[in-house]
């Protein structure tokens, strides 16, 4: 009875031959080659002829394999199965690498118009928060350079009061706060005896020197207002002659 099991099993479910399984996979390796696998090697943008030659010389060797197949053993075919495919992905990542992105399609005549007015756009504001920008730290330094030179107090040398306008004006972030103490908290007064620094004592005789120098000219008030507004103020305060 057990035989008679055996040999049915036998005869209903053949045993399966390792060199035609073996053979079946180069076959599936060769026929990729030919189809999708080779087709996503070609279709990388970019790819040059040395990839070409190399996919087909890959192709070439699954083929000669097969027509030997015979003659080998099945380790033998799926060693050199193996070789391919190992081939096939070093050439695959090297064609990847050296592919080039694919151009991007020409845009619309409104793609064209939208692009160029969102470029205009975005130039104008990038260029007005610059100016903006440099405007506000160019104003902040030539306040600190004014209150530097302003707070060490008059009849000073010159070389003193220009030392302290550069110095103010580069460390403006520093000289701007050591004058609000010094205004505040050690009672140094008034706050600006000149617009810029307090060279000039009184005005010249020349009105073309009171122009060039009409940052620096100062008359010690005790308003601690600049001698460009004595005029105005001299001229509001004075009666009036009948």
Known sequence: MTDI??????????????????????????QGLGGGAGGALLSIPGVGQPFVTGLNSLKQQSQNVLLNAQSMTPDQ???????????????????????KPLPPPPQTTVQKIESSISL???????????ICIFTLVLGIALLGSSMAANSIGLDKPTAYYIYYMFYGFIL??????????????LGRKPMF????????KGKYESPMMNLLMYFFIYNPLESGIPAHYQSSITAVTTPIEV
């Open 172 to 185: 403006f972030w520093f000289a701007i706060p050591l004058s609000l103490y010094k205004y505040y908290r």
């Open 5 to 30: 099991v055996t040999s049915f099993a036998t005869d209903v479910i053949p045993s399966v031959d390792p060199t035609n399984a073996a053979i079946s996979t180069l076959q599936t390796t060769a």
């Open 120 to 130: 205009f756009f975005s130039s104008m504001f990038s260029t007005t928060l610059n």
């Open 193 to 200: 005896h000149a617009i810029w620094a307090p060279i000039r």
């Open 77 to 99: 075919i799926m060693a050199k199965n193996d070789k391919i495919n190992s081939d096939y992905q070093k050439l695959l990542d090297e064609a990847k690498a050296a592919g």
